[in-house]
């Protein structure tokens, strides 16, 4: 030692290995319960104290497993066999994959969804470094190259000096393939050169913005700016170039009554108010909701389209072609503030409970009433000619062809038949008929034919008996074996008695006289059943 008279005695010189080379990182051993291949991305450990694991999350992250060091701290660190050197600083190969998709050089590298690989880093976390080179196995010769393996922890990785000059690459079965997609999908894993620098990525806002809750005292856009939003709390979310905002619910802060899109499409939230009300916001651009949008207040809104079912205070409901109710009673017009019109007037309900229609009504079950009475001054006519409408078996109502009809009954005690109409005209009473009068239409004369038989087919009539003729036949379908047949002579019959010689039911009767006269003889002839 010069200048100094002394002599100085050395026990041992030691010289590390790391001093003389040539390698590029500082590292730092960490203790690890398996052992990792160089290149792995680690995080801390969540039960060992100074420990690290295969990294499955970003929160955690704090390095990569170095390959070949320049300087180990803590390599006297006993029980040297569980130690993995971690690079602090410098570079050193990263194993990465393409499950980000292709990683350029500068692209920040976090972990992925296999543990200990890496990827290019998308959304806000942590990282672990930059890319100093790329990673994208994008042309069909070069993932050729790339060996199949069955899983991240069955590769072996070649040897190499920490440069990674070998550049390995594999491929594994990817176990979410995009949808649709044909054959076998694969991710590839291989190892690239990595600038160590664990820290926090926040991607760039390029197209689209999403968060839970926004602070700002103020957004600026290439369409304008929003100012007064002070101390504004908005949470959000989505905020797409200013003009379409998709949920905003201003919760705190100086906020203005009413919000108005101007001319530029920038919301104009005006001067501020009241902090504790709520903005109304105008919006004169269409807005589209993928998700689902609640209002708890009162809602006015123009020409409205829905593309599926309205439900109306969770008890009606407007779907397809129903208005159905799920609870109480269907009401239309309840307070009875106008008329009800349905079809343009085919069915109109005034507020008096009145019903008018502008066509037939068909009842399938009792209608039950005290009075029917004519409109205006016409007749009222029950028509059993007449079909009415008629349900479908599509439930749809229908005019049946017209027809023929049973009978009118008119139905007493017990549902039993008191009277009863046939489509002849014929009446059937079940009990007595009590008449101040009685009626009888005339009929037409009944004339004898060359035969001297009377042809008819009614109940009363006419007939003659001609001159030197003793009897002549009535034709009528309606005498029976107990029918009674009055004969009333018109002319002089001198001293001839007219009586019924014979019945036959369903054919006719024939009259006659003891001997024959010179004159013919009319008469009148009325069969009661």
Not at 57 to 86: F, K, R, Y
Not at 420 to 446: C, E, Q, R
Request: proline content about 6%; glycine content about 10%.
């Amino acid at each position: 030692m010069s200048g100094i008279a002394a002599t100085a005695y050395v026990d041992s010189v030691r010289v590390i290995p790391q001093a003389t080379t040539n390698a590029i990182d500082i590292a730092e051993n960490y203790f690890a319960s398996a052992e990792l291949p160089p290149g792995t991305i680690v995080q801390i450990s969540p039960v060992n104290d100074s420990a690290v694991e295969r990294a499955t999350a970003s929160a955690a992250l704090i390095g990569i497993v170095s390959t070949n060091p320049a300087m180990t701290l803590g390599s006297g660190i006993e029980d040297e066999n569980m130690l993995t050197p971690v690079a602090l600083s410098g570079r050193v190969p990263a194993i990465v994959s393409d499950g980000n998709g292709p990683i350029a050089n500068g692209d920040a590298i976090t972990s992925s969804t296999m543990p200990g690989v890496g990827a290019k880093a998308v959304d806000a976390g942590m990282t672990v470094g930059k890319a100093l080179e790329p990673f994208a196995p994008d042309s069909a010769s070069w993932r050729t190259s790339c060996p199949a393996a069955a899983s991240a922890d069955s590769i072996v990785w070649p040897a190499d000096d920490g440069t990674n000059t070998a550049k390995p690459c594999f491929k594994l079965p990817d176990p979410s393939p995009p949808a649709g997609g044909s054959g076998q999908a694969y991710i590839y894993i291989g190892k690239i050169m990595t600038f160590i620098n664990v820290t926090w990525f926040a991607p760039p806002v390029t197209a689209e913005l999403r968060t839970d809750t926004l602070y700002a005292d103020r957004i600026i856009s290439k369409f304008g700016s929003f100012d007064e939003l002070k101390t504004t709390t908005a949470s959000a979310t989505y905020i797409t170039n200013v003009m379409n905002i998709f949920t905003a619910t201003p919760s705190s802060g100086l906020v203005s009554p009413a919000a108005d899109a101007t001319e530029s499409g920038i919301l104009d939230l005006g001067p501020p108010t009241d902090a504790t009300m709520s903005a109304t916001i105008q919006i004169d651009k269409d807005v589209t909701i993928t998700s689902s949008l609640g209002v708890l207040g009162t809602t006015t809104l123009g020409a409205t389209t829905i593309s599926d079912s309205l439900m109306v205070d969770g008890s009606l409901l407007l779907t397809g072609s129903r208005i159905e109710s799920a609870g109480d009673t269907l009401y239309l017009n309840r307070g009875k503030f106008a008329d009800v019109s349905i079809m343009d007037g085919a069915l109109i309900v005034d507020t008096h409970g009145n019903v008018a229609l502008a066509g037939d009504l068909a009842v399938f079950g009792t209608i039950a009433t005290n009075t029917i009475s004519p409109l205006g001054d016409g007749n009222v006519t029950v028509n059993l000619a007449h079909n009415p409408l008629a349900a479908t078996e599509s439930g749809q109502l229908a005019r049946p062809p017209a027809g023929g009809f049973g009978q009118l009954i008119v139905s007493g005690a017990d549902n039993m038949p008191v009277v009863a109409f046939d489509s002849g005209g014929n009446a059937t009473l079940s009990g007595g008929l009590m008449t101040s009068k009685l009626y009888i239409a005339d009929a037409s004369p009944v004339g004898a034919t060359e035969s001297g038989t009377l042809t008819g087919n009614e109940t009363i009539g006419k007939g003659t008996l001609p001159a030197y003729q003793t009897q002549v036949t009535v034709s009528t379908t309606k005498v029976t074996s107990n029918s009674f047949i009055y004969l009333t002579p018109v002319t002089n019959p001198g001293n001839h008695v007219l009586y019924v010689i014979t019945k036959e039911p369903g054919v006719g009767f024939t009259i006659g006289i003891n001997t024959s006269w010179n004159q013919n003889m009319d008469f009148n002839w009325w069969i009661v059943n």
